[in-house]
């Protein structure tokens, strides 16, 4: 749902955007390619990684190591890797835990593990729908962005302003991503409360 929504809005603003799966041909990525126009193609994960200028992480949190492992070190190497996927643990069924916290973020251990590509984490905190159209929502409320790369950093702040966002705070280095991921056991909460995921945060100062 993620890699669809956020695919689908930069082909939309003229982007040429590769989606890659674990095989060539995944249905769901085929039907994605069909409904997204000529600017849409799709194949493996190591294919949409070299395809790709910019590499986003959609994938389930758990298995995001094991999927970028399959990208290709070589090439994601000087690329911004935008990491949009939180380390949910559903083994125990709901509410989820997180399989890793407090003084280590998913984030972390994909800069670690991939220590040339230039990671940045945004997006996280939102449902999908709003990650790529902010305006659903009436107000001011803003979006997160944690990295090492201040170069990255602006580039990625360049796409989330074309999607729609006007409030991109900047938390500091990869290691305050611990902070957005923590946040996801509240947002779960308020999901189950509210009986929607169309919400967000403002921070008033």
Known sequence: MVGAAIGGRLASLGHQVKMGSRHAGNEKALEWVKKNGTNATEGAFADAAAFGEIVFNCTSGGASLEALKQAGAQNLKGKVLIDIANPL????????????????????????QFPEAKVVK?????????????????GEHDVFMSGNDPGAKAQVSDILKGFGWKNVIDLGDITTARGTEMFLPLWIRLYGALQTPNFNVHIAR
């Open 122 to 138: 945004t997006l996280n905190t939102l449902t999908c729908s709003l990650m790529v159209n902010p305006s659903l929502l009436k």
């Open 89 to 112: 643990d559903m083994s125990k069924g709901m509410p989820p835990t997180l399989s890793v916290c407090n003084n280590d973020s998913l984030g972390e251990q994909i800069q670690r």
